[in-house]
């Protein structure tokens, strides 16, 4: 039942500032901030390799794989987004489903899990750009001027209209997607080294040893599909454009990464294209497509990697935003982080203290002098990758619980099945995550142990901040249609 006051109430000054821009995002748009987050071509040519590297020429079944698992979690993922329309993400999601204690201990892992990969994503740009930078224009940047630079800008468009990072993510996507398909072109119209085949996909090179790391990684360039959600409140009919927005982002994610995988594999040959990942990681993508487009096409690739690397820090920039703005309407946070811009409608105040807390964390970690890619890219990706796959779990098992009741309205196959089998999968995800956390930051010892206790403490002081204080139920939603006061009732699709 609606609980909202009617549409003739008037807009008080509260209401106002703490509302964001109601219906200037389309199906599109979510798509983009989603499939700019899971970055096809710099996960291609980071990730690319670790894959090949323990799957051999199975590397493009478990992208498959991780696809079709994740699709499945759409399905109820979906369903339960009909229902429920709040930028609090999963923290949300999660106590609509098993309450409000998970909702805050969700809370405090989506906030560092987010802000893990905002960070080691900065370093990577960083890394990136110099030696762009170097190589080509023959400039010896500082990848700390270059980190510093880029983070500003991203934040100084994160804290406009979400319309301006919508065209800007939208061209970037395309040129990025693009670029990838020219190069499946390349190699399916050339025939690769052996000819056209579907040796990849071959059950007995799929189950191998080493299948559990590779199938980590392939998931790890997936994360960040499920901030769908995130937009609900500013999409334009949200209950039909965030459950099409997810199942059009996964379904590109997928077929973009399975399909390049499949053309790397054929460009070297399946007999040799795990010997080459090994051989050489850093130039492996960069050599196969010097062989099949030519020179200028690897030069065309490494731009396209930085402003793709943009492209995700933007990304994941809003989607903190709304965290941070979400948490704070329900005084998670504290409230006047939930005021809005008074033209932009963007969460203006989230926007800033997620740079400046950025900022500050890169300065100091700047003056440590650890090495931007070995160290703070990969410790900060592998920590925001189990954190989002712990969310995705959790989100999993929040759908089942709170579709139980909605047979009449959702089918057995999206409210119980798929999103079971999708879970169970994510399941097995977290826990290779927490098995091989040292492969997956390519770190031993104590530091394997320390950052996924982060999210011990996390988890802590999100139950810790729920009790202490007064903190309104994270399910408070405004009501779309009145943009007035907030509502806590059970949802039922329209309203």
Known sequence: MKTSSPTSQPQTASSKTTQLNTGSIGTAGIVFFVVAAAAPLAATLGAGPVVFMFAGPAAPAMYLIAALALLLFAFGFSAMSRYVTNAGGFAAFISWGMGRWAGYAAAGIALVAYLAMFLGISAQF????????????????????????????????AYRDIRVSTVLLGVMLVLEVLFLLVFDAAVLVQGGVEGINVASFSPADIFSPTMGLALLFAFACFVGFEATILYGEEARDPKKSVPRATYIAVIVIGVAYTLTMWALALAYGVDDVQDAALADPVNFVLAAVTDYLGAWAAVVMELLVVTSLLAVLLSFHNALNRYVFSLGRSAFLPRWLSHTHPRHHSPSRASVIVSITCGLLLVLFMLTGQDPFAVLYMWMIGLGTLGLLLLQAAGAAAVVVFLRGRSAQVGLWSRLVAPLIGGAVLVVAVVLAVINFDALIDTEGAISVILPALYLVAIGAGLIIGAVRPVEDLRREYDPETVAEPRLADPTPGT
């Open 126 to 157: 960083a890394t990136f750009t110099s030696d762009f930078f170097d190589r080509f224009l023959g400039l010896e940047v500082p990848w700390q001027a270059t980190l510093l630079v880029g983070v500003a800008v991203i934040g100084l468009l």
